[in-house]
C-alpha cells in the first residue's frame, strides 16, 4: 500500500475526567451513568450523533434481557414503559422504541452532569508504559485529546483497546471470522389484522418458531398489556414462490439464509422490526468491507420489503421506515483480559469469586459465510458468571471493557453480547472504575466483595 507522510503537530486536550468512556452503546451508556452516578466526573465519546448505539441508531429496537439483569437496564425499560415507548410485558425480549430512547438517554445523562461528546470517533491513544493518559479522537474541531484517570472501552470492536497496543482476538480460529452481521430496518403501515388472518390460514407459514400457535401470538399482540410477538419465517411460502418464479441465485440465498424471514411489533402501532439480513464474509473493522456490507445490508432490506409487500396479506400498503445507520456487528475484535470467558464456561455454569454479573444467555453463532445458526441453551434454570478479570484488559493498569468486545471466546462472546448484557457489564465497569478513581486506586486493587455489594446486578 502507498502511503503518505503526515506531519506531527499539537493536540489540545478538550477535556479531563476521572472516568472516560469510550462508546456510548449499551455498554457505555451503563458505564457512564454508574460512573457518574458514583461521583465519578465522567465523560462519554460516541462516533455517532445520537446515544445508545445499536438499540438506537442501529434499531435493534428491543431489549433482549435475563432476569439477572437488574439496575440501569430495568431503570431505562421502567421509564420507557412510562411513555408507553416499550413493551415490558413481553419479557425476555422487550421492544422498545429507538426516537424515545434517543431522548431520554440524552435527559438521563445530562441529568449526571456526563460531558457528552457526540460525532467523535476514537483514532488512537497516549499511553505511558503501562497506562493511558489521554483517548485521541476525531471530529469536526479536528484531533484532540481527553484525557482520564480510568478508561472503559465500550466501542464494541475494542477501537481504544487496539490503538493502546492490547492484545485482541477476531472471530474463529479457523479464518478469523466472526457471527454474520445483520443490516436492521423498520416497515411502517403494516396492517396486523390480515398478516394474523393470512397466518390463522396458512399455520405452517410460522415455521415452528417458538412454538407458538398463531392464536397464542395474537392474543399477544391483542393483549393489555401487549407483549412481544415474534412472527414471521414464512417457510412454505418461501419455499412455494422459489419454485415457481425465476429468482435470482442471490434472492433465493437473501430469502433462506435466515430460515426465513423474521419480524416483531414495536411499542408504536402498526411498526414491524425486521431481523432478516445477513452478510456474509465481512471483516467488520475494515472499512471498505464495512461500507460495502451497509449497501448490502440496504439492499437486501428492500428486497426483502418487497417480497413482503408482494405477497404477504397485510404489508400492501406498507412502506420501509428506516434502515438501520450502523451495521449490526455480532462480533469484531475481542480484547485480551486477564481471563478469557468459554464456551465451557457459559454451558457449565461457571461462577467466580470476582463475579460481577450474572446471566443466562446460549451460544448463538450466525455463519460468518451463508445459512444457518448454531444455538445452544443453556441449563434450564442456570446462570453463568462473567469475572471481573475479563473486564481488565491485560498489560494496562487503567483500562477496561464493557460489551462485545470483552474478553470471551468465540462461542462465549455470541451467548454474551445481547443490549441487556451489554447495558449491565458496562455499569459493572463503571462502577468499579469510580470506585477506583475515587480512592486513587489501580483497578486490580478494587476490593471485589465491597464491589459486588455495589452492583445491582450481582
Known amino acids: 500500500m502507498d502511503t503518505i507522510k503526515i506531519d506531527r503537530k499539537k493536540v489540545n486536550i478538550v477535556e479531563k475526567a476521572d472516568v472516560v468512556v469510550a462508546g456510548a452503546g449499551p455498554a457505555g451508556i451503563g458505564a457512564a451513568l454508574a460512573a457518574a452516578r458514583k461521583g465519578a466526573r465522567t465523560v462519554i465519546l460516541e462516533r455517532e450523533f445520537a446515544l445508545g448505539g445499536m438499540m438506537t441508531t442501529g434499531l435493534m429496537s428491543k431489549i433482549a434481557i435475563s432476569s439477572y439483569i437488574k439496575g440501569i437496564a430495568r431503570e431505562i425499560i421502567k421509564k420507557l414503559e412510562e411513555q408507553n415507548m416499550s413493551l415490558p410485558a413481553g419479557e425476555p425480549e422487550i421492544p422498545i422504541d429507538p426516537e424515545a430512547t434517543k431522548h431520554l438517554l ?30 485521541v479522537i476525531e471530529n469536526k474541531s479536528g484531533c484532540q485529546a481527553v484525557m482520564g484517570s480510568k478508561f472503559i472501552d465500550a466501542t464494541g470492536d475494542g477501537d481504544l483497546s487496539k490503538f493502546s497496543g492490547a492484545n485482541f482476538e477476531s472471530g474463529r480460529k479457523k479464518d478469523g ?15 396486523y389484522e390480515k398478516v394474523f388472518e393470512y397466518i390463522k390460514e396458512h399455520p405452517e407459514d410460522l415455521g415452528g418458531y417458538r412454538d407458538h400457535t398463531p392464536e397464542e401470538l395474537y392474543e399477544k399482540y391483542y393483549g393489555s398489556p401487549q407483549e412481544y410477538t415474534h412472527l ?30 423474521l419480524f416483531f411489533n414495536q411499542p408504536q402501532p402498526n411498526h414491524v422490526l425486521v431481523n432478516a439480513t445477513r452478510i456474509t464474509g465481512t471483516d467488520c473493522v475494515n472499512a471498505k468491507q464495512l461500507s460495502e456490507a451497509m449497501i448490502e445490508g440496504r439492499k437486501q432490506a428492500h428486497f426483502i420489503h418487497s417480497f413482503l409487500k408482494k405477497h404477504v396479506p397485510g404489508f400492501e400498503n406498507s412502506f420501509i421506515g428506516d434502515t438501520a445507520e450502523q451495521m449490526g456487528v455480532r462480533e469484531s475484535r475481542r480484547i485480551m483480559g486477564d481471563y478469557m470467558l468459554t464456551r465451557d464456561d457459559v ?18 453463532i450466525h455463519n460468518p459465510q451463508g445459512q444457518g445458526t448454531e444455538f445452544v441453551k443453556t441449563k434450564p434454570g442456570s446462570y453463568y458468571e462473567i469475572p ?4 481488565l484488559v491485560k498489560g494496562f493498569s487503567n483500562l477496561m471493557v464493557a460489551g462485545r468486545c470483552f474478553s470471551a471466546s468465540h462461542s462465549a462472546l455470541s451467548a454474551s453480547r445481547s443490549i441487556g448484557f451489554c447495558l449491565g457489564l458496562g455499569e459493572s465497569a463503571g462502577t468499579a472504575a469510580a470506585v ?7 483497578l486490580r486493587n478494587v476490593d471485589i466483595n465491597s464491589l459486588q455489594q455495589q452492583l445491582a446486578s450481582y
Not at 471470522?177 to 396492517?191: C, E, H, K, Q, W
Not at 414462490?241 to 433465493?252: C, G, P, R, T, V
Not at 471481573?388 to 473486564?391: K, L, V
Open 106 to 135: 440524552d435527559n438521563m445523562l445530562q441529568k449526571e452532569k456526563i460531558n457528552i461528546m457526540l460525532g467523535s470517533q476514537v483514532t488512537g491513544a497516549i499511553k505511558e508504559n503501562n497506562k493511558i493518559k489521554a483517548a
Open 177 to 191: 471470522l466472526g457471527s454474520a452481521p445483520t443490516l436492521m430496518f423498520r416497515i411502517f403501515n403494516v396492517d
Open 232 to 261: 414471521g419465517r414464512f417457510p412454505a411460502l418461501i419455499e412455494k414462490l422459489i419454485a415457481q418464479n425465476d429468482y435470482s441465485e442471490w434472492e433465493k440465498r437473501i430469502l433462506t439464509q435466515r430460515d426465513g424471514i
Open 347 to 364: 454451558l457449565e455454569a461457571s461462577h467466580f469469586e470476582d463475579a460481577v454479573l450474572k446471566h443466562s444467555g446460549g451460544i448463538e
Open 388 to 391: 471481573y478479570r475479563s473486564i
Open 436 to 442: 477506583a478513581a475515587n480512592n486513587s486506586q489501580k
